[in-house]
């Protein structure tokens, strides 16, 4: 929900990693992987992962797996830890430790899904990488950086995790897309809605033009769900700060498209809810929280159990620029939101907390 940070390490988010990546990638590796270099060169494109490269990330981890196989590690954890510490070779301009934290990144990219126009990709670092992975390594030596790569495994994002994910964003895209259709129908139901969540009861909103507003603001997010390189990442930092409890956040600055989801997330992603929605369409929902911050510019005036409607310090105007208001009604609209989730929507907001201070994004 959280749409900024401030972190102690030298890197906080996934696009420096990235181009850390990117920018080791321009000297040698060693055996198998340095076939492979070219291509995972080119998987890096400006904008984010390119689509046509995808195969690569496949080919690194049976390249690190081979070299275990080879050297009779494949019983061993150091196995893929040697192979990974091979493959990076002796020291050159970038440092050993640099490459081995590439390969690192590579082996746990994947390629989630292309769903439409869209490409997902989910970044699942190990669980015990409490740091960005360059920040991980902080010597040349090969016994620092084995240290590094012998820690456990685990993934952040389980592989079912990472299908929720997938489905998750292709659902919000639907969704949001839908929203926009209801809203330039302009039925009853909708203008309704539009009251309930965007008004505060003054006959002087101009619901027509909140509609058309909400109009712009849905094809955006759709079209920012629809990227061809949309990325769900692990922050690690996070553990460290406290704000791994959360739910997802990301940064409003970061040029890539990149949703960060948390622990809150994890714990919620397999639980049945009371209301019909279910965990798919409240994972959903905090997609399209995330994405209207990302592509609107909104902020965290208030989050929905302190209540949606306004009234008292949330006015109309407020909830306009309200990310929760906009995931709720995206949601509301498509007749998905009941139990609790229905109960916060008609609820008068209790307290905000805080009055927005930026424009919004929609043209």
């Known amino acids: 929900m959280r749409f900024f940070q401030i972190k102690s390490f030298a890197m906080?988010?996934?696009?420096?990693?990235?181009?850390?990546?990117?920018?080791?990638?321009?000297?040698?590796?060693?055996?198998?992987?340095?076939?492979?270099?070219?291509?995972?060169?080119?998987l890096l494109a400006a904008d984010g992962p390119s689509e046509a490269k995808k195969g690569v990330l496949n080919k690194v981890r049976m390249a690190i797996a081979t070299d275990s196989l080879e050297k009779r590690f494949i019983f061993w954890r150091a196995g893929e830890a040697r192979a990974i510490a091979n493959a990076a070779g002796d020291k050159d301009a970038h440092g050993k430790r640099k490459k081995a934290a590439t390969i690192k990144m590579f082996r746990h990219l994947y390629h989630g899904s292309k769903s439409g126009g869209a490409s997902i990709w989910v970044y699942s670092p190990p669980v015990a990488y409490d740091k960005w992975v360059f920040d991980m390594f902080t010597s040349d030596s090969d016994g620092s950086i084995m240290k590094v790569l012998n820690k456990k495994n685990k993934e952040v994002y389980s592989d079912h995790h990472r299908k929720i994910m997938v489905d998750?964003?292709?659902?919000?895209?639907?969704?949001?897309?839908?929203?926009?259709?209801?809203?330039?129908?302009?039925?009853?139901a909708a203008k309704t809605l539009v009251e309930q969540y965007?008004?505060?009861?003054?006959?002087?909103?101009?619901?027509?033009?909140?509609?058309?507003?909400?109009?712009?603001?849905?094809?955006?997010i759709a079209a920012g769900l629809g990227s061809?390189?949309?990325?769900?990442?692990?922050?690690?930092?996070?553990?460290?700060?406290?704000?791994?409890?959360?739910?997802?956040?990301?940064?409003?600055?970061?040029?890539?498209?990149?949703?960060?989801?948390?622990?809150?997330?994890l714990q919620k992603a397999d639980e049945a809810s009371?209301?019909?929605?279910?965990?798919?369409?409240?994972?959903?929902?905090?997609?399209?929280?995330?994405?209207?911050?990302?592509?609107?510019?909104?902020?965290?005036?208030?989050?929905?159990?302190?209540?949606?409607?306004?009234?008292?310090?949330?006015?109309?105007?407020?909830?306009?620029?309200?990310?929760?208001?906009?995931?709720?009604?995206?949601?509301?609209?498509?007749?998905?939101?009941?139990?609790?989730g229905k109960a916060y929507a008609v609820k008068g907001c209790t307290g905000i907390r805080a009055v927005p201070k930026r424009e919004l994004a929609l043209g």
């Open 12 to 42: 906080n988010k996934f696009e420096e990693a990235y181009k850390a990546a990117k920018d080791s990638l321009t000297t040698p590796f060693n055996g198998e992987l340095e076939k492979q270099r070219s291509d995972m060169l080119a």
């Open 168 to 188: 998750a964003i292709s659902e919000a895209k639907r969704i949001a897309t839908s929203a926009v259709t209801k809203l330039e129908a302009k039925g009853a």
């Open 198 to 220: 965007f008004t505060d009861g003054d006959a002087e909103y101009d619901v027509d033009a909140i509609m058309t507003k909400l109009c712009k603001g849905y094809k955006k």
């Open 228 to 265: 061809s390189s949309l990325v769900i990442s692990d922050e690690p930092g996070d553990r460290l700060g406290g704000g791994w409890k959360d739910w997802a956040f990301i940064y409003t600055g970061e040029a890539m498209k990149v949703i960060y989801l948390q622990n809150a997330w």
């Open 274 to 340: 009371p209301d019909n929605s279910g965990p798919l369409h409240r994972c959903a929902r905090t997609i399209i929280h995330e994405m209207s911050h990302k592509e609107l510019r909104t902020e965290d005036v208030v989050y929905g159990p302190r209540g949606l409607k306004p009234k008292g310090d949330l006015t109309g105007a407020h909830a306009l620029h309200n990310a929760d208001s906009w995931a709720y009604f995206a949601i509301d609209v498509n007749g998905l939101l009941s139990g609790p």
